[in-house]
C-alpha cells in the first residue's frame, strides 16, 4: 500500500486516561494532537477499572478541611515503598496531582467526586490516610457525546449489571442491601428502569460512572479542543533521527501512515499484561506464563514497551512485584467464552474466607486485593499451584453474592452447572467438590466461627482497619467484617492470581521522558500509565495509584512536550484554549 505522511506537534500511543489527560493537557496549551489506538474503541484498561485516583492533597480534600501536610504523604509512602522509595519522581507526583485535577477540573469536561471516605489500605502504617486522598470521575450522560458513544469501550461485563456500570459506595451499597432497605429499592428500582430504557433505546448503558465515566469526559474533552483519535490504527514503529523521537509510522485502513511529531511521541499503550513472553520471564509462578488471570483488555501486550526499548530505553526489573495483583476467578461462558471476575468487594463481606487446598486460611482477607494475591503467593510452595478458595454459605452468596455470582434475586443455577460456583450440603461435600482436604477446611471453619459469632477474627484481624471497615457491611454489627459461616448449603469459588495491570514499565524521569541505558532522557519520548515503571517501586499503598500516577505523568509529559517546565527546550508554548 501507499505510504501517506503527516505532521503535528504531539503523538499519543494509546488512549487510556494516561494518553488521553496528556493529549487533552498539550491540546489545551495550544499543540496539535493526534491519539493513535490499535483497537476500534478508545478507553484502553480505563474504561473497564473502577476509576479511582489517589490524589493526595486534592482540592475536595482542602474544601472539606483535610489539609494534610505534603511530609505526611511521603512518610507513608516511604514506610510503604522502602528501599524502593524514589524520590524524586515521587515528589513529581506529589507535586503535580493536586494541579492535575484542578486543571482538569477548571478547563474541560472533566468533572470529578471527592472520595473523602476512602481510607489507605494499610491504615496502621505511619503517615496513612483515613480520607481526603482519593477522586473519580463525576456520573457522565453519554448521550453528550452523540454518535461518538460507539467509540467507547463498554463497560466490563463481569463487573457490571446486564450491561450497567455501578460505582462503588452507596450506588453499590444499594444493590447489596436491596431487602434489607426501601430507601436502597427504590434506588435500584430507578437504576435499573433508567438502564433499561437506556437499552430499549441506544443499545448500551449512557449512564456511566467508575472508569467508563473517566474516559468519556475526556474524549469529550478531546473532541472539543480539536485532537484526533484514530483507531484501529496501531504505532508500528518510531521516527527516530540523531537520537529524538520526532513520530511513529502507524498502520491504517489506508495503509502506513508516518506522523512527524515536532514535540514528540508518548507512549502510553497499558504496558505488558497480555504478553505472555514477558510473563513468563518476569512474573512469579507463571511457568507457562498462561496461569496469570489478566484483567485488562487483551490489546495491552507490550507494544509501547517495545517501541520505547527500540528507541533505548529500558524496562524496568527491580520493582516488588512485576504487577498490580489481584484475585481473579476464570468465568466460563455458555459461547465457550472464558471471563475474568476481579474479586474486589466481596472478599470484605462479613462470613467469608478464603482457603488453601488444605483448608487452612492464609491472609485477613479484608485487604487490599495486592495484599490477598501476595500472601498467596508466599504461602504455597514452588511445587504446587498456585491458587485458593472462597468460602461462604447460604446466607452469604444470597447477601453479597460471590464473584460473577449475584444476590438475590438474581437466580445463579447455571453457575453451578458450569462449575464456576462450587456447593455442598456440608463443608466435607463442599471440599469434595473443590479438591479441598476436609478435615482441614471443617477444622478452620470451627476455629473461624467461635469468635466470629462475637465478630471477632483473632487469627487475621478481619475488621481492624479503617480500609478493612470500609469494604465490609456497615449494616452488620459488631464487626462490619466478620460473621460466622454456619447455614448450608456451602459455596466456593476458586481463585488465582490477576492484576489490574503491571507496575514493571519503562523507567523514567521526574518528567515523564524515556530514560536510556546511561540514565539520560531520550529527546522527544515520553511514556505514562503502565507503560512507564510505576512510581510506587511494584507496592499498593492505596487503591488509585494506578491512574491517579497515570493521569499526572500524562499531564507532566504534556507540559514538557508543550514547553511549560523549566528546563524543557520545545520552543515558546502556544496560547492555552479552554473548553466552553
Not at 471516605?117 to 470521575?137: L, Q, T
Not at 444499594?174 to 430507601?183: D, E, I, K, Q
Not at 515536532?262 to 511457568?287: E, Q, S
Not at 467484617?481 to 495491570?501: H, M
Amino acid at each position: 500500500m501507499a505510504s501517506h505522511e503527516r505532521h503535528c506537534d504531539l503523538v499519543v500511543v494509546g488512549s487510556g486516561a494516561a494518553g488521553l489527560a496528556a493529549a487533552v493537557t498539550a491540546a489545551h496549551h495550544g499543540l496539535e494532537v493526534i491519539v493513535v489506538e490499535k483497537e476500534n474503541v478508545l478507553g484502553g484498561a480505563t474504561a473497564w477499572s473502577g476509576g479511582w485516583l489517589w490524589i493526595p492533597r486534592n482540592r475536595f480534600a482542602r474544601e472539606a478541611g483535610i489539609d494534610e501536610d505534603v511530609e505526611t504523604i511521603r512518610t507513608y509512602l516511604r514506610n510503604e515503598l522502602g528501599e524502593r522509595f524514589d524520590a524524586t519522581r515521587i515528589d513529581a507526583f506529589l507535586d503535580a496531582a493536586p494541579r492535575m485535577v484542578d486543571f482538569f477540573q477548571a478547563h474541560t469536561a472533566l468533572a470529578f467526586n471527592d472520595g473523602n471516605a476512602i481510607p489507605d489500605i494499610h491504615g496502621d502504617a505511619p503517615g496513612a490516610g483515613n480520607g481526603g486522598r482519593s477522586v473519580i470521575a463525576a456520573p457522565f450522560d453519554a448521550r453528550e457525546l452523540g454518535q461518538r458513544v460507539a467509540d467507547i469501550r463498554r463497560t466490563m461485563p463481569e463487573t457490571a449489571f446486564l450491561g450497567m456500570p455501578i460505582q462503588a459506595g452507596p450506588d453499590l451499597m444499594a444493590f447489596l442491601s436491596v431487602t434489607r432497605s426501601w430507601r436502597s429499592a427504590r434506588h435500584v428500582a430507578r437504576r435499573v428502569t433508567r438502564h433499561l430504557y437506556h437499552l430499549a433505546r441506544y443499545g448500551r448503558a449512557m449512564h456511566w460512572v467508575n472508569g467508563v465515566a473517566l474516559i468519556g469526559r475526556l474524549v469529550k474533552s478531546a473532541d472539543t479542543l480539536g485532537v484526533e483519535t484514530w483507531t484501529a490504527s496501531p504505532a508500528r514503529r518510531l521516527v527516530m533521527a540523531d537520537g529524538r523521537a520526532y513520530g511513529v509510522t502507524v498502520a491504517t485502513h489506508d495503509g502506513e501512515q508516518t506522523l512527524h511529531a515536532r514535540r514528540g511521541v508518548i507512549l502510553a499503550a497499558g504496558g505488558f499484561p497480555h504478553d505472555v513472553k514477558r510473563r513468563r520471564r518476569h512474573f512469579p509462578r507463571t511457568p507457562t506464563g498462561r496461569e496469570h488471570l489478566a484483567l485488562p483488555p487483551e490489546a495491552a501486550n507490550g507494544d509501547g514497551i517495545t517501541l520505547g526499548e527500540s528507541a533505548g530505553g529500558r524496562l524496568s526489573t527491580g520493582l516488588a512485584s512485576p504487577a498490580a495483583w489481584c484475585p481473579v476467578s476464570a468465568v466460563p461462558y455458555r459461547d465457550g467464552r472464558v471471563g475474568h471476575f476481579p474479586h474486589i468487594i466481596d472478599r470484605g463481606k462479613p462470613g467469608l474466607i478464603g482457603v488453601l487446598a488444605d483448608g487452612r486460611r492464609f491472609v485477613n482477607e479484608a485487604h487490599g486485593y495486592y495484599d490477598y494475591v501476595a500472601a498467596l503467593i508466599e504461602a504455597l510452595p514452588e511445587d504446587q499451584p498456585v491458587e485458593s478458595w472462597l468460602i461462604c454459605d447460604h446466607r452469604f452468596l444470597r447477601r453479597y453474592g460471590l464473584g460473577i455470582v449475584r444476590p438475590v434475586p438474581v437466580p445463579f443455577g447455571h453457575w453451578i452447572r458450569r462449575g464456576y460456583l462450587k456447593r455442598g450440603r456440608t463443608l466435607e461435600q463442599l471440599a469434595a467438590h473443590c479438591g479441598i482436604d476436609a478435615a482441614g477446611l471443617a477444622a478452620t471453619v470451627e476455629a473461624y466461627n467461635a469468635p466470629a459469632r462475637h465478630g471477632e477474627d483473632p487469627e487475621f484481624g478481619r475488621g481492624s482497619t479503617p480500609y478493612n471497615r470500609k469494604q465490609g457491611d456497615p449494616l452488620h454489627r459488631p464487626n462490619p467484617c466478620v460473621a460466622p459461616i454456619e447455614r448450608g448449603p456451602f459455596y466456593a469459588v476458586k481463585v488465582v492470581p490477576g492484576s489490574f495491570g503491571t507496575f514493571a514499565g519503562l523507567e523514567t524521569d521526574a518528567h515523564a521522558r524515556v530514560l536510556a541505558g546511561d540514565n539520560t532522557p531520550i529527546a522527544g519520548l515520553y511514556a505514562a500509565g503502565t507503560d512507564m515503571a510505576s512510581i510506587m517501586g511494584g507496592f499498593y499503598p492505596a487503591g488509585g495509584v494506578n491512574l491517579g500516577p497515570a493521569m499526572t505523568f500524562g499531564y507532566i509529559a504534556a507540559r514538557h512536550a508543550a514547553g511549560l517546565d523549566a528546563d524543557a527546550r520545545a520552543g515558546t508554548p502556544p496560547k492555552p484554549r479552554d473548553i466552553p
